[in-house]
């Protein structure tokens, strides 16, 4: 049996909901901070673009996996 990979647009909303509260976490300290809230930034603008580009991106069919699976 495979892992399971959630799709692209699961794991991209993930991401929206995830990073913007961990780059605002206690855990980071004076100039983490800011270089935690620009990747989060960065992160965030490349999950809304494969949002927009998922539905152009052909999914593999999963018989085909499990097919590869057995090779």
Do not use: C, N, W
Request: charged content about 25%; cysteine-free; aromatic content about 6%.
């Amino acid at each position: 049996m495979l892992p399971f990979f959630p799709d692209r647009e699961t794991m991209s909303r993930a991401v929206l909901r995830h990073a913007p509260a961990l780059a605002a976490s206690d855990i980071y300290a004076g100039d983490e901070r800011e270089l935690v809230r620009q990747i989060s930034g960065f992160i965030s603008a490349q999950a809304h673009r494969l949002i927009e580009l998922a539905p152009h991106i052909p999914k593999v069919d999963p018989d085909l996996l499990q097919s590869a699976a057995r090779i």
